[in-house]
């Protein structure tokens, strides 16, 4: 077998029912000539049996004790026999020509580091929507992002964890995904590089990102005491020009406000209202965050109650 001119990291912890998917949609990709490196974080479901089961070479499964999701694409990142490396998550997948459209765009931007596609949501009820992507050039099709920040705080998520491509020695200048990060560690990861390097983007959907059935009733975990990721985020403003910082204290606006959102929905007002006031002191006031300020005034469960009534309209 030819050396591998491109390395597949995928972290799975308990996805056996979605595993196959995953993988069936890398061995189907038109571009062949690839490793695949599973990094199995300690599962503890049938999921690496699985793909232990498929007899191709280009399947590593590597098995270490669950030290979560940041801790296992660090893994991957450090076995890969190549310089470039493609991100996947155990239940998502790829459109066959995936791997192929990121290759163009290493060709095409060679003094990128970033390469990424759009993407679609997937749900299990059946629907899908392709993310919304907003601030970009009027007629984008694919090219370098020139604000990553102005796109991100106000689209879907530009860059997705199974949507990435990135070159080796840009993901360890940064020092890999940050370990111990429960929430936002792709976000910070995608923000880090962002400042340094240059992002290499093709609207086109080449992704399909699946999302539980009933996601939107659900209320979302704890945010983290203390915001590990806001104070990194925050500290990304002294390294960035000030044409862009802008863009990104709209961005870390946006953070707060998700976190707000978060504990608006679990009853913690006074929680949502210091969330709000950061955002706010970033960014400036914003219709959006007043809504949600008054529901966080509002007692009990009341505040929760009408946020999910309006998510549901929104839908």
Not at 3 to 26: G, H, M, Q, T
Not at 172 to 199: K, M, N, Q
Not at 251 to 274: C, N, P, S
């Amino acid at each position: 077998m030819p050396d591998p001119a491109l390395s597949v990291v995928i972290p799975l912890y308990n996805k056996e029912k979605d595993v196959c998917r995953s993988i069936r949609s890398v061995l189907s990709q038109s571009f062949p000539n690839y490793e695949i490196i599973v990094v199995n974080d300690g599962s503890t479901d049938k999921g690496s049996d699985v793909l232990r089961s498929y007899e191709d070479p280009r399947i590593r499964v590597l098995d270490q004790p669950n030290q979560g999701v940041s801790a296992a694409r660090n893994r991957g990142v450090a076995e890969a026999k190549t310089g470039l490396i493609a991100f996947l998550d155990a239940d998502d997948e790829w459109e066959d020509d995936y791997l192929e459209t990121i290759l163009r765009l290493v060709d095409k931007f060679p003094a990128a580091s970033v390469f990424a596609t759009g993407y679609t949501f997937r749900h299990g009820r059946g629907s899908e929507r392709r993310a919304i992507l907003r601030g970009l050039p009027e007629n984008f099709s694919e090219g370098i992002l020139e604000d990553y920040f102005i796109v991100a705080a106000q689209s879907d998520p530009p860059l997705c964890s199974s949507t990435v491509t990135l070159r080796k020695q840009a993901i360890e200048s940064i020092g890999g995904f940050p370990v111990g990060v429960t929430t936002g560690e792709d976000l910070l990861t995608w923000a880090r590089l962002a400042v340094r390097y240059g992002i290499a983007f093709s609207v086109q959907p080449k992704a399909g990102f699946w999302m539980p059935v009933n996601v939107e009733s659900r209320p979302g975990r704890v945010p983290s005491v203390p915001d590990t990721v806001g104070s990194a985020l925050s500290d990304l403003l002294g390294q960035i020009d000030l044409r862009h910082q802008l863009g990104l204290r709209q961005y870390i606006a946006l953070w707060h406000t998700m976190r707000a959102a978060t504990y608006i929905q679990l009853a913690d007002g006074r929680a949502a209202r210091k969330e709000l006031h950061n955002a706010t002191s970033m960014d400036g006031p914003d219709i959006k965050r007043l809504l949600l300020f008054i529901l966080a005034l509002l007692p009990g469960n009341i505040g929760r109650v009408l946020y999910q009534y309006r998510q549901r309209l929104k839908s």
